[in-house]
């Protein structure tokens, strides 16, 4: 989200709009925290097998 649609909504919020801009933001919140966690899950799981199963890889 650039500066100018940041400011856009923080200017909605304080409108009746406000419950909107707060379900768009949570939405996109939640989002970004589950591919933070797939993300997170693939390392850790690529970690593992690299350190497992290193010396097939040589």
Do not use: C, G
């Amino acid at each position: 989200m650039n500066q100018t649609t940041r400011i856009m909504f923080d200017a909605l919020s304080w409108t009746p709009l406000a419950s909107f801009v707060r379900n768009y933001r949570r939405r996109k919140v939640e989002s970004k925290t589950a591919e933070l966690r797939v993300t997170i899950e693939i390392d850790t799981l690529f970690n593992q097998i690299l350190k497992n199963h290193s010396d097939m890889l040589s």
